[in-house]
């Protein structure tokens, strides 16, 4: 009996040196439409699927596996008896490896031209069933639809005469994730339609997502609860899933949470930065000349809760900065790149996690939090405020150096949770305030750190998430030597609270966003 593979391409990465292998490997080939072109003009001996069932193709090609001589080739078990009396007594030879991956339905969606018909059009229907039979029968079909398993496949064929029973089942979990998340990206489309077929919904009426587990974890956020780490399909440039770890232990759960939140704060600024991370808050953010001049003034914020804290940079790394860094004990430090002589540095603390992302624009699609029951969903908040769009509310004008210190104030108030005041002057902050139920409270505490860490913060400017429901707040803050405030706006007490900063003589911009963090 002839051994048989099926091979039937949308993605013709590496097919066909795969299918030249199969070839001399003594299988016959079944192919369809551009795959048969395709390995025929590169003389590989294949049968159209057509010639082979005795029946055409038909309806623009919708109709051209979909054949019992397909899938009671496929179908059949090897060991039942009655299977292989069935498919002989119609002339059906088994098919041993079935290699199909299916119409690009989420690239085609994805282009800015795509219209319902072509989406439809893209839905592919003969290449999910023969995959999915193949899968279900792996004790005897062999099913690939990833490119990179093909070496694989041909390797273990060559050694051990046919793919082995551990790879087959491999691949078959691995046609199982692919069809979900296939039809995951034809529910999320089409529900996300209006009643004229236009793609108008920003949240689809049906969500679905896919992500594959990249490690389980020794516990969660604490010991007695257990935790994975799950990642999408494609990681885009910037985003931390992308990681390397060059060195140090293996990733805990608050690890890789606060390691998220340092990296999404520090590739914010366009400057050399540094921000420090402690419990998912910036304890310490700053932008200077170098790696190292921005870590001095960040660590100089708060050297008592930096320990312990997750370190970020956007620029390279050097060995003057990785020397200050390796004074602190620190859990991760992360960076675009690490210059040789910063490893050897960090080589010497063996628990430090050294990790590097790529530095890039792409942001999540979608943020999530876990209710009871359900699921929130949002866009991230991912938009910076433009220094033209502040609105001074003052008589006091701003200063040039005051813009500047608000802004980045701002900047680093978007990652501080709710509510937040943050001080800062110079290009660091002097003091952060996160997580109070009062804002008030926020505007003291960073305060008391500021003072702590013996900064002064005459001159400064500070920043708060959302707009003050009062003027006590305010009060508070020029109490400690701030000049000028960055908010929102937006309270219904907003002119109580612009008088109160012309009282004070102070400077007060709006910038008619909030930024909170929950």
């Known amino acids: 009996m002839r051994k048989q593979a099926l091979i039937s391409v949308s993605d013709k990465t590496g097919v066909v040196e795969f299918a030249r292998g199969l070839a001399e490997l003594g299988y016959h080939i079944l192919s369809t439409g551009g795959t048969a072109k395709l390995l025929t003009k590169e003389g590989i001996p294949c049968q159209e699927v057509s010639d082979y069932t005795g029946f055409p193709e038909m309806l623009d090609g919708r109709v051209k596996t979909l054949d019992p001589h397909i899938h009671g080739g496929i179908l059949a078990r090897r060991c039942v008896p009655e299977h292989m009396a069935a498919i002989a007594a119609h002339n059906i030879d088994p098919i041993d490896i079935v290699c199909v991956n299916l119409y690009p339905f989420e690239q085609t969606i994805a282009r800015p031209d795509c219209t319902f018909e072509l989406a439809i059009e893209n839905i592919d229907i003969g290449g999910p069933t023969m995959i999915r039979a193949a899968a279900k029968n792996h004790e005897s079909v062999a099913v690939v639809v990833d490119p990179t398993d093909y070496s694989r496949i041909l390797e273990e064929i060559r050694a051990e005469g046919a793919v082995t029973a551990a790879t087959r089942l491999a691949l078959a979990k691995k046609v199982f994730a692919h069809t979900a998340r296939y039809d995951a990206a034809i529910t999320n489309y089409l529900t996300s339609l209006d009643e004229n077929n236009q793609r108008t919904k920003e949240f689809p009426e049906v969500f679905n997502r896919q992500w594959v587990k990249v490690q389980d974890m020794r516990y969660g956020e604490n010991p007695h609860q257990s935790a994975a780490f799950y990642r999408e399909h494609f990681i885009a440039p ?8 060059i060195q140090g232990k293996e990733l805990s759960y608050n690890n ?13 600024f366009e400057a050399p930065a540094c921000v420090i991370i402690k419990h998912a808050n910036p304890c310490g953010a700053a932008i200077g000349v170098s790696a190292l001049e921005s870590y001095l003034k960040a660590f100089k914020t708060d050297p008592k809760s930096a320990f312990g804290g997750i370190i970020a940079f956007n620029r390279p790394v050097d060995g003057a ?9 620190a859990e991760v430090v992360i960076a675009p790149e690490f ?3 910063a490893l050897e540095i960090f080589a010497a603390k063996k628990n430090l996690r050294v990790l590097t992302v790529a530095l890039g624009n792409a942001h999540n699609d979608y943020e999530f939090k876990r209710v009871g029951g359900g699921l929130l969903v949002q866009t991230p908040d991912s938009r910076i405020c433009d220094e033209s769009e502040l609105k001074v509310v003052t008589k006091k004008q701003p200063t040039s150096a005051q813009i500047a210190d608000m802004m980045f104030a701002w900047n680093v108030a978007r990652f501080v949770k709710s509510n937040t005041i943050v001080y800062a002057h110079n290009g ?4 952060v305030g996160a997580g109070q139920m009062s804002r008030v409270d926020s505007a003291r505490i960073a305060a008391i750190k500021a003072q702590e860490s013996g900064l002064s913060l005459v001159g400064s400017a500070a920043a708060s998430d959302a707009f003050f429901p009062f ?22 007490r907003d002119d109580e609270v612009i008088a109160a900063a012309d009282e004070r003589g102070i400077v007060m911009v709006f910038t008619g966003e909030r930024h909170f963090r929950h």
């Open 256 to 268: 890789i949470a606060d390691s998220d939140a340092a990296w999404e704060a520090v590739r914010s």
């Open 471 to 492: 003027r006590d707040g305010l009060d508070v803050i020029v109490d400690q030597g701030a000049t000028c405030v960055i908010q929102p706006g937006g309270s219904i």
């Open 428 to 431: 660091m902050t002097l003091g």
């Open 339 to 341: 210059a040789p002589e």
């Open 238 to 245: 910037g985003l931390l899933a992308g990681y390397h770890q």
């Open 321 to 329: 900065a990785a020397s200050e860094v390796a004074k602190q004990f």
